[in-house]
């Protein structure tokens, strides 16, 4: 009986109506990341400075929730 219910939690038929979708987590970091990217953009002079500013428009919004975490004393 056991095996019974290993081959069906292991069969990718049972799992097919499960689906994560990440709810709004992804969102609100792809509105982050775009409005760090064209901030950081805008204000580079160079053209390495502008790649600079995509990869600082990456760890962004991780360094803002960082820094907030940090003053909430959490």
């Known amino acids: 009986m056991a095996e019974e219910k290993k081959d069906e939690c ?4 049972y799992h ?5 979708y ?13 409005g ?3 901030y950081f953009i805008q204000h580079a002079d160079t053209f390495w400075l502008g790649v600079l500013g995509f990869f600082k428009a990456i760890a962004w919004p991780a360094l803002v929730i960082y ?4 003053l909430l004393g959490l």
Not at 10 to 13: N, R
Not at 67 to 70: A, N, P, T
Request: aromatic share 10%.
């Open 22 to 34: 990440g709810g709004m987590g992804g969102g609100v970091y792809g509105l982050a990341f775009f």
């Open 67 to 70: 820094k907030v975490l940090g």
């Open 10 to 13: 292991c069969d990718p038929k």
């Open 16 to 20: 097919k109506h499960h689906k994560n």
């Open 36 to 38: 760090a990217l064209v």
